[in-house]
């Protein structure tokens, strides 16, 4: 066994992606001392999206006071990373403006929330010469189609008589207008790509508003305006863009800012993990690896949906380097072998309690036990590649 790759999202609530790699890799030193194991901190475009490019492009980070939803000012991060191939490059979680954390629950609202802070975290790095945009979409507080962000850019929406409308979720079935002539001129030449990690088109009863607005505080009637305002919306859009966003899957991620995304600014909707493992170079890294191990908290049927580990199979299995999985709790283990993982491991010992396996050290103990059984009784001493 000469490389080794380890690429493993978070155990959430337990061990952090650079933990886990750290852990995997003194196992690996432990049965194969002359082993060369490569760690790549990993995420889903979510919650340490920022921490795992920074460290991986050596990037810097950036404090900023913004809008938060609800209008009032909070101070966000973000990062300016060198993307190898792209240059200059702002690494965005849109949680830190627009997130739904943000609020005091008995607050949250969405026919009055905004993107319009995640807009601002945009223009800053527009200020500070960037050019590519790495964009997170997850955990919002908002339901108004992006219109706020794209505010905070220069865009104005304007109703039936041309008054100018807050950007809100209570405004997107008012927008009879579009008046771009205020965009900024720094986002000429500027890419965009938006981690999208749901399928859900703008608008419909598996649209935005319907699946999501009622984790964002909205009411039934809520939801029934607000999907009427996202259709609305979806009209004005293809009027002035030419991009019918109605039935775009990931359109509806973020209640509506992916497909906003993609219309005005002409984002690249792609899975979170995927967006991650080509800005840190996965395929250059992972060349010439005997094995890699991924992972997550959990792995069911939803690890189909673009997460982490099966998004690290792919391009294992591009390179014709088998993969093992790591996680605290595997379900649906048929459904996931027949993806072509190599093995998928529970670390945990079956009957323990899960408020005790998610304990830090036991979750490291059982971690790291887990991989030296494992690569012992497979591999032995061998130094070759992974046995087929």
């Avoid at 964002?216 to 999907?227: M, R, T, Y």
């Avoid at 069911?300 to 014709?320: E, I, S």
């Avoid at 009957?351 to 009784?377: C, F, K, W």
Wanted: hydrophobic share 40%.
């Amino acid at each position: 066994m000469k490389k080794i790759v380890v690429a493993a999202d978070s155990f959430k609530g337990s061990l952090s992606s650079r933990e886990i790699a750290t852990i995997v890799a003194e196992a690996v030193s432990d049965v194969f001392p002359d082993c060369l194991t490569v760690c790549l901190e990993m995420a889903d475009g979510g919650e340490g999206t920022i921490d795992a490019l920074c460290r991986a492009l050596e990037g810097s980070r950036i404090e900023v006071t913004v809008s938060n939803p609800l209008g009032k000012p909070v101070v966000a991060e973000y990062a300016i990373v060198n993307v190898p191939g792209e240059g200059t490059t702002a690494v965005i979680e849109m949680s830190k403006a627009s997130g739904l954390t943000l609020i005091p629950e008995g607050l949250r609202n969405p026919l009055l929330t905004t993107t319009f802070g995640t807009g601002e975290l945009i223009l800053d790095a527009l200020g500070r010469g960037c050019k590519h945009f790495l964009i997170g979409i997850g955990g919002s507080a908002t339901n108004d189609g992006g219109i706020g962000m794209l505010a905070a850019l220069g865009w104005r929406f304007q109703d039936s008589d041309g008054n100018e409308l807050p950007p809100v979720g209570a405004s997107l079935g008012k927008i009879n207008s579009i008046d771009s002539s205020g965009r900024n001129p720094a986002l000429e030449g500027c890419s965009f790509v938006t981690a999208c990690d749901v399928d859900n088109p703008f608008c419909g009863p598996d649209g935005a508003a319907f699946v999501f607005a009622p984790q964002k505080g909205a009411g039934p009637e809520e939801v029934l305006l607000l999907d009427k305002g996202l259709e609305s919306f979806s009209s004005v859009i293809l009027e002035c863009t030419g991009v019918d966003v109605k039935e775009i899957p990931g359109a509806g991620a973020a209640v509506g800012l992916g497909g906003a995304l993609l219309a005005f600014l002409g984002a690249k909707l792609t899975p979170g993990a995927e967006m991650v493992l080509d800005a840190i170079g996965f395929d250059a890294q992972a060349e010439g690896a005997d094995l890699v191990i991924t992972g997550e908290g959990r792995m069911d049927f939803q690890t189909l949906k673009g997460k982490a580990p099966l998004c690290v199979l792919h391009h294992a299995t591009r390179l014709g380097i088998p993969t093992v999985s790591l996680a605290g709790i595997v379900t649906d283990y048929d459904l996931l072998k027949d993806l072509g993982y190599k093995d998928i491991l529970c670390i945990n010992p079956p009957g323990l309690p899960p408020e005790t396996a998610m304990q830090p050290a036991v979750a490291r103990h059982n971690l790291s036990a887990t991989v030296i059984d494992y690569l012992s009784e497979h591999l032995g001493a061998t130094d070759g590649p992974f046995p087929g």
